[in-house]
């Protein structure tokens, strides 16, 4: 299927998923082998989802005669699930009535690591649209003037919001860097459902994700009234809201990675605050120091 621009992307990635139940889970250890019949029933119903596209007609992205100026904005929506990663691109221009435009400009979708967890795969979508997003924006270099990520995820804003944590594991700071360097501080998060990304994410879509008048090609409604306004009415929050603090990634730990252990290091990638310091932490310095020496001295005495 040639689709150079991706409008059809949720649609692939369902037939690409597919193809990799073939391998780990058709139990075809030779070429002469037959494949499972379930999964060779779903790659054919599958097939026959995108063969209803045929008579659909798109129309071909451009400038809107009624834009008032090229000061553009690029919106970027990615999302990411147990199997897929997908993100999609639309630029936005100012009207002269009012309001703005929203353009489909490209789509991808990936598989996902099936080793990694949800939060790194939601930050692997979001970096692997900085690459497209880099190339859409030197080629509409005189239109493009601002670059904004939206994701679904509050984790990935958190660690985008705290910058390079020097603490963090090389895999997140390499991509929290690349995140920044090309966003810079326009990274938002929004639901779920109001996320167009999310239906490219799914393994059985469906041929009206991607019609010509669905919310995937046409783009949010939001974003006709412009970004502020968004941010106004609470449809997307800035990354400075999910700023991380002792007891976030705490909660963060017990909830994504499980309970403490008792012994050992921790294997998280986030530092946690030892629950001592999270009951203590609004005593003065010399209180703690004072509180150590009299434990100090009290195992002294008992020697």
Sequence with gaps: ????????????????LSFRDCSNKGGCKNWDEGIDENIRRKFIERMY?????????????????DATSKNGTLYVFTDASQEMNQFVCYLSLPREGGGHTCTFIMAKNHLASQTST???????AATLSVAHAEKIGMSLKNIIVKKVLIVDSTIVLSWVGAGVDPKSTCYVKDRVKLLINTYKDQC???????NPSDCGTRADPGVS???PDSEFVLGPTWIRHGLDEA???????????YTRTARDMRKYNEEIRGPRPVQGPMPYELPVLPEETLEHEHLEPTAMMIKGEQSNLRKKSLE
């Design 209 to 211: 994700v991607v019609a």
């Design 188 to 194: 938002y998060w929004t639901a779920t459902h109001l």
């Design 118 to 124: 949800i939060p790194r795969k939601e930050l692997e």
């Design 231 to 241: 941010v106004k009415n609470g449809t997307i929050v800035h990354m400075n809201t």
């Design 1 to 16: 299927v040639y689709d150079s621009t991706g409008t059809l992307s949720p649609l692939i990635g369902s037939l690409r």
């Design 49 to 65: 989802q995108v063969n209803l596209v045929r008579n659909m007609t798109y129309n071909r992205s451009g400038t809107p005669k």
